[in-house]
């Protein structure tokens, strides 16, 4: 419990100060945002502040830091962690960096800002890979609730009739205007997702000693013996560092007013999601007593992990709010996810999205694609652990390449010595992770950690190695501009 409140503590303690370094690096001014120059009333839309971060944390939230999180307390308390230093000195400066640095570019998504920074080649690239995420991202968050509202309904309602319904959904929240659906729902589901969280610490805590929160260790538990390295970084990236919110926050950076809001909108908002990321972390190894009767349990799904958590702490009160926090949460990432899509393709094609007819060009044959991809998930048994293996090492490569954009970023903008090093060994730190995963995961080249560890770690330095020279040449450049 001492651990728990000390990670609390940590994570305040971070918002409070390493998130004005991150602003002071960024140095916001007063010119004019998207929401105000641009407002086409579709997408740039100004919204409050409170709103906008409301929106940001459930888009990028969804059930992520709940599944994750149980996913990655299976390895023990070290999530703890990853969790908390993740957060602030890796994902709430890729979330702010992703955001400001669109809001500086039009609202520009991260495939575009790839090109500004990176070149031509890790543009389409990463128009590619983004987009591929998103669709994934998207179908991810039709299979959980549709599953678990079949469920719950009658038998004609099965599986496919929910993921109808959904895609329907989708259809509508993809295609309108962001303060009609989006701007009016979200902040009220937004604090239904802390709500839910803090109802569950709060069942725990005041259990009478029936849950007990363990104390840090730095020993694996997993009782596999699955490595750390690099799979719980993998697991736990919603509430520690996600690729994902690099399509968000664009999203977003085409809402608020003002740059001096971006702190607390996307900082803030990612570390709210590690808030509750932690607390759900926390309360799988204290319900179940142990990372093997956890690890057990989620061999019936996460969800049925979430279910039998709130039901178990809160009793009917906490059944009822688990199928709506895990039906509701991943809906709601889901249609961003598609949205973000959306947006990147008509980047890509040129296509003004103030016409509904564009709009429609653009989602109907992703809702299509993405629909044949929840029929593959329903119709066969490990679809759905398939598409999401796949899609958290997507995600956290896209994490490596957002924050090489923002590494990027800084030193054309003279941001020199620990100004880019701010987002650099982040940037490493997450390269080192992605190669090193998909060369030792079942899912990758199933390599031994011989080869896959030290091939990761020599990626991470050569591109540092990159970013170094890069930088020295960027500052010698700078200082023969200075006259005298």
């Not at 998207?34 to 086409?40: G, R």
């Not at 929160?213 to 020993?219: A, G, R, S, V």
């Not at 608020?256 to 607390?264: A, L, N, V």
Request: net charge positive.
């Amino acid at each position: 419990m001492i651990s728990l409140l000390i990670a609390f503590a940590v994570l305040i303690v971070g918002f409070v100060l390493y998130s004005r370094v991150t602003e002071k690096i960024f140095a916001v001014d007063s010119r004019k945002t998207p929401a105000v120059e641009i407002n086409d009333g579709v997408d740039c839309v100004p919204m409050k502040t409170w709103k906008a971060f409301l929106i940001e944390l459930l888009n990028i939230a969804g059930t992520g830091p709940i599944f994750g999180a149980l996913m990655g307390a299976v390895f023990g308390p070290v999530v703890f962690l990853w969790i908390v230093f993740g957060s602030i000195l890796g994902g709430a400066v890729h979330d702010y960096m992703s955001g400001m640095i669109s809001e500086r570019h039009g609202g520009a998504s991260i495939a575009e800002l790839s090109g500004i920074y990176l070149g031509n080649g890790a543009k389409w690239f990463m128009r590619f890979f983004s987009v591929i995420l998103l669709i994934l991202c998207g179908t991810v968050f039709v299979t959980s609730p549709a599953a678990l509202l079949a469920n719950l309904t009658p038998p004609w309602m099965n599986g496919t009739f929910w993921a109808v319904i959904i895609l329907l959904y989708y259809l509508l929240a993809t295609l309108l205007p962001i303060d009609k659906l989006i701007g009016k729902l979200y902040p009220a589901f937004g604090v239904l997702l802390i709500f839910m969280a803090m109802a569950i610490i709060a069942g725990i805590i005041f259990s009478r000693g029936n849950f007990v929160i363990p104390e840090l260790t730095f020993q694996n538990l997993h009782p596999e013996g699955t490595p750390v390295w690099p799979y719980m970084f993998v697991t736990v990236a919603c509430g520690a560092v996600s690729g994902f919110h690099a399509t968000q926050s664009p999203m977003v950076a085409k809402c608020i007013t003002s740059e001096k809001t971006g702190r607390r909108v996307f900082y803030g908002a990612m570390i709210s999601e590690s808030f509750i990321a932690l607390i759900w972390a926390a309360a799988g190894v204290a319900f179940y007593g142990s990372t093997r009767l956890l690890n057990e349990a989620l061999a019936d799904g996460a969800s049925h992990v979430v279910y039998e958590i709130s039901t178990g702490v809160l009793g009917t009160f906490g059944g009822i709010l688990a199928i709506a926090g895990v039906v509701v949460c991943p809906i709601t990432s889901g249609d961003t996810a598609f949205r973000s899509a959306r947006l990147i393709l008509a980047e890509t094609f040129r296509l003004d999205q103030k016409s509904i007819r564009n709009r429609l060009i653009i989602t109907v044959p992703l809702l299509v694609i993405g629909g044949l991809l929840t029929w593959f998930a329903i119709a066969n048994g490990n679809g759905f652990g398939i598409i999401w293996r796949y899609f958290s090492w997507s995600n956290q490569t896209l994490a490596m390449m957002a924050l090489w954009v923002a590494t990027a970023h800084l030193v054309k903008c003279g941001k020199y010595h620990f100004g880019s090093l701010l987002t650099a060994i982040p940037a490493a730190f997450m390269s080192s992770v992605s190669l090193t995963y998909i060369l030792s995961a079942d899912e990758g080249l199933r390599l031994p950690t011989l080869v896959s560890y030290p091939i990761g770690a020599g990626f991470a330095l050569g591109l540092f190695i990159i970013y170094i020279i890069l930088w020295r040449r960027h500052y010698k450049k700078a200082s023969s501009d200075i006259p005298g």
